[in-house]
């Protein structure tokens, strides 16, 4: 079985300040590593993706995310941040094979104050 | 492409009834799944589809649950009689193949029963 664990509900920052939103995952197999957000009311949207190869990983929006195979870590990262990247943050794993589900974690909500 | 489209957006109804929420997936997409969003439970993944074929549904929660695909570009998830513990935010989401490229969510239903 796999599973996500997303360190912090919630985390506030100052806008242009830099942020790390932190994801832990756990499965027996080899994984599939995404980040989502969703803005208020709306579904959820693909940042990210880590499939193979480098460990860094860049997206949309500036949000960039480490694969780390020892730590089973994938942690997000922005230098700075705007206002509009007020959202929920969800960190999800995927299992190689013919396992076709996603796992999600909690959530973190950034909150970008002015 | 208009994305996965559900409807309808917002559906209060009355402890007993019966409730009805649609998706249309991404055209050419192969794969079709239900998630359920809750404060204390987050994402949950309750059924998927493949080819409009059910292949997994362990995660509906009870009887009361059903969900069906007639045609590629059309899916139900059926919920009755309805009480409010069911309400949540129902998503929609579709991907080709098996999920690597992420999946495409839409906009999702939110189900209140008083």
């Known amino acids: 079985a796999q599973s996500v664990t997303q360190l912090d509900s919630q985390v506030p920052v100052f806008e242009e300040a830099p942020v790390e939103l932190r994801c832990n995952y756990s499965?027996?197999?080899?994984?599939?590593l995404f980040w989502y957000v969703q803005y208020p009311n709306q579904g959820l949207q693909l940042l990210l993706k880590y499939l193979s190869g480098s460990t860094l990983v860049k997206g949309i929006n500036g949000f960039e995310a480490e694969f780390n195979k020892s730590q089973t870590s994938f942690h997000l990262r922005k230098p700075s941040v705007h206002i509009s990247d007020t959202a929920e943050y969800f960190c999800?794993?995927?299992?190689?094979?013919?396992?076709?589900?996603?796992?999600f974690g909690k959530g973190t909500l950034l909150t970008v104050n002015p | 492409d208009a994305g996965v489209i559900q409807s309808p957006r917002h559906e209060v109804t009355e402890m007993g009834q019966e409730v009805t929420l649609r998706c249309k997936p991404i055209s050419g997409h192969d794969y079709l799944f239900w998630y359920r969003q809750t404060m204390m439970r987050g994402l949950e993944l309750l059924i998927y589809f493949n080819n409009n074929v059910p292949i997994d549904d362990s995660g509906m929660p009870e009887d009361r649950f059903s969900a069906k695909m007639p045609n590629a570009s059309f899916s139900t998830l059926k919920i009755q009689p309805s009480e409010p513990r069911d309400s949540a935010v129902y998503f929609c989401?579709?991907?080709?193949?098996?999920?690597?490229?992420?999946?495409?969510f839409g906009s999702g239903t939110r189900l209140t029963v008083v």
């Open positions: 989401a579709s991907s080709l193949g098996a999920g690597t490229y992420g999946y495409t």
């Open positions: 999800a794993v995927k299992g190689g094979g013919s396992n076709y589900k996603l796992t």
């Open positions: 499965s027996s197999v080899s994984v599939y």
